[in-house]
């Protein structure tokens, strides 16, 4: 799946409400043609980092601790995602099909109920009617956590997020919650990813590399300059560093490279990083969505790029593989 992947620290701004108790939450699940194996689990409020669910015979349970809504999103072996709504002391069920993950239904709370008629009166349209459905279910139920999720899912999570609409959306989302600041300061927090629009120059920036290395925007001085976002998971993604390996190697000291890793496992990370020979630094701390340089790039997207010339300038940003690769032989002749 190319584009499996959530824009979880920006939603860590907007999914808290309060809450004075802990109290067990509880998934119970079950799923055709999914006998064995495991699920990945994680809150986008930032309370809870990555877990795993095993699946046994089909079936699985996961219960965690939590004082307040989060929303959670359970991750499948292919990085197909579903979200679930967890309240305190709420039991949610899951039943679906692993080959049909838009039909699963989710049961035990509205919020869930809602996301589930959304997902099932969506499942045959095509993109961008779900984004018209997307933006009527924003405008008709603004104080919903579904609103939230669909906002980052279907105009945040894109290659050219239109700020626009964002900002309209979310204008309807503060007024029906006046008191929850996080979401007042949403609109804050996503300019510096305008600052990485096409004909901008490039913001600064630093970071650590695997091995402890530091690296910072500065680095990016070479005639062709490109940020790859990437994970071990998504094949799309790892045939962009193939690509920009070939190329490096055949401009040498025309082009430089920064990998971003959104991998949960450093290590598997660092397999890919060995098993491809990549040379280049390669950021990854196993935060996934919330790797804090993230927020400083403007990387929303899996797979996502930018590319910067030798002045400094973006000169190009979410390409896909033959795109990226004539861009960059553009840039080198």
Not at 54 to 77: K, M
């Amino acid at each position: 799946m190319k584009k499996a992947c959530l824009f979880a620290y920006l939603v860590s701004l907007l999914l808290l409400s309060c809450g004075d108790s802990q109290k067990n939450f509880k998934i119970e699940g079950s799923f055709k043609g999914f006998k064995q194996g495991e699920l990945y689990v994680y809150s986008m409020d930032g309370s809870r980092r990555l877990d795993t669910i095993g699946v046994s015979r089909g079936e699985f349970v996961f219960q965690a601790s939590i004082t307040e809504p989060t929303t959670l999103v359970v991750v499948f072996p292919n990085y197909s995602e579903l979200p679930v709504f967890a309240e305190p002391g709420v039991t949610i069920k899951v039943k679906g099909d692993a080959s049909h993950l838009k039909e699963t239904e989710i049961k035990g709370s509205d919020s869930n109920k809602a996301m589930t008629d959304f997902r099932l009166k969506t499942s045959n349209m095509m993109p961008p009617d779900v984004i018209k459905e997307a933006s009527k279910f924003i405008n008709e139920q603004p104080a919903s956590p579904v609103s939230i999720y669909l906002l980052y899912k279907y105009f945040i999570q894109t290659p050219e997020p239109d700020y626009a609409k964002i900002q309209d959306l979310l204008k309807t989302i503060v007024k029906a919650q006046p008191e929850n600041q996080k979401i007042a300061k949403l609109s804050k927090q996503l300019e510096p990813y305008k600052a990485f629009a096409v004909g901008k120059r490039l913001p600064s920036f630093s970071a650590k590399g695997l091995n402890g290395e530091s690296v910072s925007s500065s680095d990016l001085n070479a005639k062709v300059n490109v940020i790859t976002l990437w994970a071990s998971w998504n094949y799309e993604s790892v045939n962009i560093q193939n690509l920009l390996a070939r190329l490096k190697k055949q401009h040498e000291g025309s082009i430089k490279v920064l990998g971003i890793s959104i991998d949960g496992s450093v290590k598997d990370c660092q397999k890919i990083v060995d098993r491809d020979s990549i040379k280049w630094s390669t950021v990854c701390d196993g935060k996934m969505w919330e790797t804090p340089v993230l927020q400083k790039v403007g990387l929303t997207y899996l797979p996502d790029n930018v590319v910067i010339d030798g002045q400094g300038k973006i000169v190009a940003r979410s390409l896909n593989y033959p795109e990226l690769n004539k861009k960059i032989e553009e840039l080198i002749e």
